[in-house]
């Protein structure tokens, strides 16, 4: 590979990192808008990459300027949520025993019922038939 095709490859990973890290960002409830200030720490490059990156995917489509930095279009987020399941799905699967909804907590790995819960009590405490149930 060239050195002109392996430029153009690390720039299309940045800029698929930086929809990713702004989704996420996003998604923690760290705000709606996104500078390359706010995500340089998750990304390696100089800033002057970043920022052009940001400029890039804004002239894609993909962001738009804001009053407080740039946002996502509806695309782009589309596009970025995309990016991020299919980057992190396999992270995000539960290990053996672990409970595939999430609720449980504790050493006991949940069984199917979710008896191992917390949270569970019988339905009948929920005024319907005695079965468990997770809240």
């Not at 960002?25 to 200030?37: K, M």
Request: with cysteine.
């Amino acid at each position: 590979m060239s050195v002109l095709q392996d430029a153009t490859l690390d720039r299309l990973k940045q800029r698929e990192e930086i929809l990713q890290i702004c989704y996420w960002y996003q998604g923690e409830g760290l705000g709606a808008s996104f500078t390359p200030q706010s995500v340089m720490a998750f990304l390696q490059g100089s800033p002057a990459s970043i920022a052009g990156a940001f400029e890039e995917l804004a002239s894609d489509g993909d962001l738009r300027r804001g009053d407080r930095g740039f946002e996502f279009t509806p695309d782009g987020k589309r596009r970025a949520a995309r990016m991020f399941i299919e980057g992190f799905t396999d992270f995000q699967q539960p290990g053996h025993g672990e409970c595939q909804d999430g609720c449980c907590d504790g050493d006991e790995p949940c069984n199917a019922n979710h008896t191992n819960c917390n949270h569970v009590k019988p339905m009948w405490q929920a005024r319907t038939t005695a079965r468990l149930v997770c809240e």
